[in-house]
Structures are given as C-alpha cells and as structure tokens.
C-alpha cells in the first residue's frame, strides 16, 4: 500500500478546514491520477463551502483547478502517460477534489501543459476557460453557440460587439481572448483602471472604468452588442441585459435561477444563458465537457491561451481557508490565488 497524502477535509456542513492524511487512489479505467503540483482558488468556492451546496456528502473536499504530473492511468487511457504535465478540472468530492495531494481525474477532462507555462500558470486556467469557452461556443442551453462543434478554426465574427462585464476576473480575461479568437472586432472590458492596460493586451479594444461609469450607463456608451458576457454575477450586472441586440446573448456566470429570471426579465425575451462550467453533471454536460477539452489542449499548443496573473499563497493546503476568506471579502482583484498541495505539512 502507498503512503498516505495529506488532503484538506470540510468533514461537516459549513464547518472549519482540515489537513488530514488520505489514501491516494488507484485510478479506475479512462481516469487519470495527478500529483497536484499548483491548485488555484476560485470565488464560488467559499459560497459552496458556507451554503453546502454541490456537496452531497461529508467529508468533502473543495478545489477544481489543477496542474500537475501525471502518477498513473488507468485501463484504456492512452493519450497520457506517466511523468506528463497536465493540466485539468475537478470536483467537490473526496476523489476528485483539487485541495490535496494526489488527485483522480478523467482523462477527458485534462489537457497537456506546454513546457512554456509553468505549473501555477497552468492551474489558473482550467475553470476559467471552461467557463468562457463553453458559455460562447457551446449551444442552447449550455452558451451562445457561436461554434457548437468546437472545431478550430472557426467562423470569424468580424464586425461584432462584444462587451465583458468584470473583464479583469479569471473568467474575464480568457473571455476576452476567445473573443478575440472569435474574431469580434470590438471587444470592450468592463473592469477597473489598473487593469486596463493588461485586459487591451489580452484582446480588449476598449475599456470602461467600473468606477467612473455604472453598469446602468452602459447602453450609453454602447447601444448594442451581439454578445453580453457578465462575469462577476452582480444584481446590477442585470442592467446590461439591455444592450443585447435580439438576436445576441446575455451571458452570466450566475446560476441562480431567481436571478437568471430577473434578467431575462431585464432582456425582454432574449437569449440568456446561465453557465455552469463543471463537466461532472448529468444532463449533457460532460458530453459538452468532452468536446470542449481537446480544442483547449489545441490553443495551449499553439500559444493561443494566456494565462491569469496569479499570487502564490505559501503553507500549502492550510493557506486556502485564508485564501476563500479574502475572496469573500472582495480583497482580491486580477489575479488568481494559488497554493502548492506537495508543500503541506501537519
């Protein structure tokens, strides 16, 4: 039997993190066992974890964004072996989390991390990409479907409109550069100052000041707009709905539905789409999952995709908790948080 790895448990509802030892896995077939060398932290994560929401049983384990080196694979996986770097998307359970050591994953839903990017780079991504990507390509009711087969190269939208509301977030920033590979020709970022210069590198064509402009006043500045991509959830961020000409979409990463209503109430009958970016759910979501992946790992290859800026949280998998708490608070802007699993310690 191998050694035990050290994980971290939420081992009753809403209740406090803990480091404990854990069994590593043996991956069954079509699945693949990562040692987890970056983990990023991501904002829905610290409202799962004092709702309960998503976790079905406890312990449980939070974290989906991973990069790593492949320990093993299972029957039937072939496109990676041992001692690749990869990079992938977890979930709220005790096999699959991302906050521990060792972790299982379906081959499916990983992609190979070019030697250009570094680990932590690496884990900034996944969900971030996912959430972009799936919410303008997939079709009804998973996006916009603006490329449905995920086949690359794709129809070019030039001449289009597109405004990112929180365009300097994880989700934000690979927004803005599927939109560019899209070929939108105006791209504007909805996002704090400093960010600016970043968010025009990435892809944006304009950008407007959250704090000099409400998100009421935007359809002054911009009247109509093919795709509306809401970022950060806000009540307000409902206001935009308006911009969207009838036959574009408002985009959300909010997924309750009493807000989704709102703002198809706001949108007057247009298309909306609420994402969910996590692929382990019935319902055709991992078949979107499935599709999806190979033309991420396509775009790593050819540098296509860049990734979040990010902050190094030091103590390993006891810095989360802190982490989730300064995401709660709104103390975090432009960056990903990042922790380093192999660096725990009891």
Same mark, same amino acid.
């Given at each position: ?139 009804? *009711?998973? !996006?916009? +479907? ?5 086949? &690359? /190269? ?5 001449? #289009?409109?597109? $405004? ?117 759910? *019935?319902? !055709?979501? +991992? ?5 999806? &992946? /190979? ?5 790593? #290859?050819?540098? $296509? ?42």
């Amino acid at each position: 039997m191998s050694p035990p790895q050290l994980a971290l448990l939420l081992e009753e509802p809403k209740g406090d993190f803990v480091v404990r030892q854990k069994e590593i896995q043996t991956p069954p077939p079509g699945e693949v066992l990562i040692k987890i060398h970056a983990a990023a932290l991501n904002p829905g994560e610290w409202k799962v974890h004092r709702s309960g929401a998503l976790i079905e049983s406890y312990p449980a384990m939070l974290g989906t964004d991973t990069a790593g080196e492949v320990e093993a694979v299972g029957e039937g996986v072939t496109k990676f072996k041992k001692g690749d770097r990869v990079l992938g998307s977890g979930f709220f359970t005790l096999d699959r989390g991302a906050y521990q050591q060792y972790s299982l994953i379906p081959a499916v839903f990983l992609a190979k991390l070019p030697d250009t990017l570094s680990y932590d780079e690496g884990a900034t991504l996944p969900m971030a990409f996912v959430t972009a990507a799936k919410g303008l390509l997939a079709a009804e *009711p998973f !996006g916009a +479907g603006l490329n449905p087969s995920f086949e &690359w /190269p794709t129809t070019q939208h030039s001449g #289009e409109t597109a $405004l990112v509301i929180g365009g300097s977030t994880s989700v934000g920033q690979l927004v803005i550069q599927v939109l560019k590979l899209l070929g939108f020709t105006n791209i504007v970022a909805y996002a704090s100052k400093k960010h600016h210069a970043f968010l025009t590198e990435l892809g944006a064509t304009q950008c407007v000041d959250r704090a000099a402009v409400s998100l009421d006043a935007l359809a002054d500045l911009i009247p109509s707009a093919h795709i509306v991509y809401d970022c950060v959830a806000a009540d307000e961020g409902f206001a935009a709905s308006k911009i969207v000409r009838s036959d574009g979409c408002a985009i959300t990463v909010d997924i309750v539905s009493e807000r989704s209503d709102a703002a198809k109430e706001v949108g007057k009958g247009k298309k909306f789409v609420a994402v969910f970016a996590v692929s382990f759910l *019935p319902g !055709g979501h +991992g078949e979107v999952g499935e599709m999806l &992946w /190979p033309l991420f790992g396509k775009l790593l #290859e050819q540098g $296509l995709i860049k990734p979040n800026r990010f902050e190094i949280l030091p103590g390993g998998l006891k810095a989360v908790a802190g982490g989730l708490d300064k995401l709660a608070r709104d103390e975090v802007s432009g960056v990903k948080l990042v922790v380093h699993p192999q660096e725990t310690v009891l």
